[in-house]
């Protein structure tokens, strides 16, 4: 991955996150997600070719946030499965004891932990309109140039976005944007889902948020297709 | 660990008359148990795979889309087993199986079924693909029907309120059919599978069906979503369906806990 910007994150209460755990971090991830492919392939079934195209974007997500908690002291994954964000801020004593609480009687408390955190979420991109898409097929040119995350809070902030794509068959991250500066009307109103349907309500990020994520762009692989998506210049 | 042939009784074989070419297809229930074992191993590997990532695949696919997920393995290691058969290319496609067993319905496949873009990619094309001129074979996945107290059963005997994914639930099953989202499928694989307790609740199929089926009279009728509403329309098995699928399974695994229930439900074991 090539860092575009070094600005580490920093949270409200101080916490920073270097840009290189987060890179180090991704690299771990699409490492894993290779030997998935590989190791299954070994069965004669690459797993990413009959997985749920929605389920492999909810899987990045998930293999980021476990990586992420597991090697840093200061990020805990949130025990509700319905929590936020993500990544809970553990950067302080008050606030591990009270997680540690909080997982023995109630985990209510992390729907909306009041230390805050990271949220992350994944996109694979919206395919353009008449466009055909196999499964595992890259998607880079396939896609719009406005890239949407979906949340199902408009309150969703500290927002670790990613964009993945399809490399040689095998879901790889190949961006990495953030931005500390979303608000609710920075994501459009939300899609209720109608009775009886299982689909859960959401909310799609907006232009303005799209624009801010973007200039909050912290990782992208090192290969000049990807970095001119983003309008960026590949390394001489 | 998944269970070798000799754990699965054979049965019938998968026999038909190809579409349009007027071929007669036969597969034999030894061929099938291969692809079973294949599946079975293969889901098995899969969880512990995931498990190395913090992952429960199963849990996170949950039981709406395991069924789907069960049939695509299955098709997919049919499709590797079996000579002149491969996975419909669209993800709509249909049927799963494409029989491209004869020199026709192969090079109509290879010829008219893909388009190349303007990177050179083939993208499979749905006209050609749903449906497929040249027919095949579709695989369609169930747990089965829970009878109807198993709620007050669970609660009883596990001190659980719900099934989840992971618990068997073979001594809770009332009745097996299929589900589709359209009546056109006429030639059924039903694979019935349930969660494997020796192995950490990985899904497993345990009995392979097959039946030629009559549109007009084996479907249910379609109930389809309000307008606006994104449910996708849907069908099950009639009366009549079921009753040709129960009768002709292929391969059932070897256990007498799923012999026992299997009959009881109506399997011709």
């Known amino acids: ?236 | 660990m998944t269970m070798s042939s000799s754990g699965y009784l054979e049965k019938e074989p998968i026999s038909y008359t190809g579409k349009e070419t007027g071929k007669k297809i036969i597969i034999s229930p030894a061929d099938v148990i291969k692809i079973v074992i294949r599946a079975n191993s293969y889901l098995h590997t899969l969880d512990d795979l995931f498990s190395e990532l913090n992952f429960g695949i199963y849990r996170t696919l949950g039981q709406r889309n395991l069924s789907g997920f069960i049939g695509e393995v299955f098709a997919s290691f049919f499709a590797l087993e079996i000579d002149g058969f491969v996975t419909n290319p669209h993800a709509d496609g249909r049927p799963d199986l494409l029989d491209v067993s004869s020199k026709e319905a192969l090079e109509h496949f290879r010829l008219k079924c893909f388009d190349q873009s303007d990177d050179g990619v083939l993208t499979p094309n749905r006209s050609y693909l749903a449906p497929f001129k040249y027919g095949g074979i579709e695989s369609k996945s169930t747990i089965g029907n829970p009878v109807s107290n198993y709620r007050a059963r669970l609660q009883r005997e596990l001190g659980k309120s719900e099934f989840f994914v992971g618990l068997p639930r073979v001594n809770y099953l009332n009745s097996i059919t299929f589900w589709g989202h359209h009546t056109g499928c006429e030639n059924l694989i039903g694979l019935y599978y349930d969660y494997c307790d020796e192995l950490g609740g990985t899904p497993q199929i345990m009995a392979v069906m097959h039946a030629e089926l009559v549109p007009a009279e084996d479907w249910s009728k379609v109930s389809i979503g309000k307008t606006g509403s994104k449910k996708t329309s849907n069908t099950s098995l009639s009366l009549s369906g079921r009753e040709k699928i129960l009768k002709n399974p292929v391969v059932v695994r070897k256990h007498p806990v799923y012999l026992s229930k299997l009959r009881q439900i109506g399997l011709k074991i």
């Open chain 1, 1 to 236: 991955m090539k860092e575009i910007d070094r600005s580490p994150i920093v949270l409200a209460d101080g916490f920073v996150l270097e840009v290189e755990f987060i890179a180090q971090s991704v690299e771990r991830v699409n490492n894993k997600f290779r030997q998935l492919k590989l190791k299954t392939k070994k069965m004669a079934l690459n797993v990413f070719e009959v997985i749920d195209f929605r389920m492999i974007s909810g899987l990045i997500g998930e293999a980021l946030v476990s990586d992420m908690s597991d090697n840093h002291k200061g990020l805990e994954r949130n025990p509700n499965i319905d929590g936020y964000p993500d990544l809970l801020n553990a950067s302080k004593p008050k606030y591990r004891l009270d997680i540690e609480r909080w997982k023995a009687g109630d985990l209510k408390a992390f729907i909306k932990y009041p230390y805050g955190g990271i949220e992350i979420k994944n996109t694979f991109g919206t395919k353009k309109a008449k466009t055909n898409l196999a499964q595992g097929q890259t998607r880079l040119g396939k896609i719009n140039s406005k890239l949407d995350w979906k949340a199902h809070h408009r309150y969703t902030n500290n927002l670790l976005a990613l964009f993945s794509d399809f490399i040689d068959g095998c879901p790889q991250i190949v961006a990495v944007m953030f931005s500390d500066s979303l608000s609710e009307s920075d994501w459009k109103e939300k899609q209720n889902p109608r009775e009886n349907s299982t689909m859960t309500s959401f909310s799609v990020i907006e232009q303005s948020g799209w624009e801010k994520l973007r200039s909050g762009m912290r990782l992208c692989r090192d290969d000049p297709r990807y970095l001119s998506f983003f309008g960026l210049e590949a390394s001489r």
